[in-house]
C-alpha cells in the first residue's frame, strides 16, 4: 500500500519553517514522496509571511486520504499553538505541543496512515529537561521498545552510529557492555540487510585513546574484543576495536559501510566534519523508520533565511528506499 510520510515540525522558534517551505518548493525536483506537516497552521502562516515565501497552506484533517495531499498547497494537519510573533526565543513553552505533534505521528503510524515521520530539529536542554536522553530514546520509550533504539548517522557513502547516546562523557564507561554492544551492532546488521540487501562491514572503536589504558585490563580487552569475537561468530561482518583517532581515515581503504563509537561525540564529531548536512538522524529498532535532519535549531540564523534543507530534503528522500 502507498502511504505517506509526516514531518512533525519540530520546534516552533527554529529553522523548522524555512527548511520546509524551502523543500516544499524543491519536491517535484526531487520526486519524494507525498509528505504533510503536522504542525501549527497559524503559526506556519505567520513564518511563511516573515520569510516571504510564496505559498500556500492548506489543512487537512487526521482522515485524510493521498488524494488530499495533492496540488500546490502545503498540506497541514493542524495542531493548535497559540503564539503572538512568528518567532520567540526557544523556551518550554512549547514543550506541550512538541509532544503533542510527535504524539499525533504515532497515533497516524499506528492507525496505518503513514509509513514513518521525518522530525524537524528540537531543542534537547528544553525538551527533554532534566532527561539524559533525546528524540531516540523518547520514541522507544513511547512505543514500548526502550533498549532496542539505535541512532544511526546516515550517508550511503558511510554511516555512523554511537553505543551510549545522550549521557555525560563521565557515564560512558559504566554503561558499556559486551551485550549492548552485541545487540546494537547486530540491529545494524540486520537493518543494512533488509533495507539494502547488503551485509554491511562494520568498525568497531575502542573507547581509550589509541586503545591503550594503563589498568591490568582495559576496557578493550574486557568488553570490546569480546564483542568483536562474539559478533563474528554471528556471521556479521565486524573489525574492532579499532583506534578511534584513524578510523575516519581508514574507512575508504577497508571499504566500511559503518563505524560504532562508544560515545555519542567520539562518532559524530569527525562524521559531521566530513558529511556536514549531507547526512541524516535515522532511528532503528522501532517498527517504523524515524528521520531527521542531522543538525540543531540553529536558532543565531532563524528568520535570515540562511538554513541549509539539504538535510532535510535527505531525510525524506531516504523513504524512497525503505518503503
Given at each position: 500500500m502507498n502511504k505517506s510520510i509526516a514531518i512533525v515540525a519540530g520546534e516552533p522558534n527554529s529553522i523548522s519553517s524555512e527548511i520546509i517551505f524551502k523543500t516544499w518548493k524543491l519536491k517535484k525536483k526531487y520526486r519524494f514522496k507525498k509528505f504533510f506537516v503536522i504542525g501549527s497552521f497559524n503559526l506556519l502562516n505567520q513564518q511563511k509571511s516573515k520569510l516571504k515565501y510564496k505559498i500556500r497552506i492548506k489543512k487537512i484533517n487526521k482522515n485524510f486520504d493521498l488524494k488530499d495531499l495533492n496540488g500546490p498547497e502545503l498540506?497541514?494537519?493542524?495542531?493548535?499553538?497559540?503564539?503572538?510573533?512568528?518567532?520567540?526565543k526557544i523556551s518550554s513553552k512549547s514543550s506541550r505541543y512538541i509532544f503533542k505533534c510527535f504524539e499525533t505521528a504515532l497515533s497516524l503510524y499506528k492507525k496505518n496512515k503513514i509509513c514513518g515521520?521525518?522530525?524537524c530539529p528540537v531543542a534537547k536542554e528544553t525538551l527533554f529537561k532534566g532527561k539524559e536522553h533525546g528524540v531516540t530514546e523518547f520514541l522507544a520509550d513511547k512505543t514500548n521498545e526502550k533498549n532496542n533504539?539505535?541512532?544511526?548517522?546516515?550517508?550511503?557513502?558511510?554511516?555512523?552510529?554511537?553505543?551510549?547516546?545522550?549521557?555525560?562523557l563521565s557515564d560512558v564507561s559504566k554503561k558499556i557492555n559486551e551485550k549492548l554492544i552485541i545487540k546494537k551492532?547486530?540491529?545494524?546488521?540486520?537493518?543494512?540487510?533488509?533495507?539494502?540487501?547488503?551485509?554491511?562491514?562494520?568498525?568497531i572503536l575502542g573507547l581509550n585513546p589509541h586503545n591503550y589504558s594503563p589498568k591490568s585490563k582495559s576496557k578493550e580487552e574486557k568488553?570490546?574484543?569480546?564483542a568483536v569475537k562474539k559478533l563474528t561468530k554471528l556471521n556479521i561482518n565486524v573489525d574492532g576495536p579499532i583506534p578511534a583517532d584513524s578510523s575516519f581515515l581508514i574507512y575508504k581503504k577497508f571499504k566500511f559501510n559503518v563505524i560504532v563509537g562508544m560515545y555519542h561525540d567520539q562518532v559524530l564529531t569527525p562524521y559531521k566534519a566530513l558529511f556536514n548536512f549531507n547526512a541524516i538522524n535515522v532511528t532503528l529498532g522501532l517498527?517504523?523508520?524515524?528521520t531527521s535532519p542531522d543538525h540543531g535549531t540553529a536558532q543565531n540564523i532563524v528568520g535570515k533565511l540562511k538554513a541549509n534543507p539539504q538535510s532535510l530534503i535527505e531525510s525524506i528522500k531516504f523513504f524512497n528506499f525503505v518503503n
Open positions: 498540506p497541514v494537519l493542524d495542531i493548535v499553538y497559540k503564539q503572538k510573533k512568528p518567532f520567540e515521520f521525518v522530525n533504539e539505535v541512532m544511526l548517522i546516515y550517508n550511503k557513502n558511510l554511516s555512523v552510529s554511537p553505543i551510549t547516546t545522550h549521557i555525560p551492532v547486530s540491529i545494524i546488521n540486520s537493518f543494512y540487510k533488509k533495507y539494502f540487501k547488503k551485509k554491511p562491514k562494520i568498525a568488553i570490546i574484543l569480546k517498527s517504523f523508520i524515524r
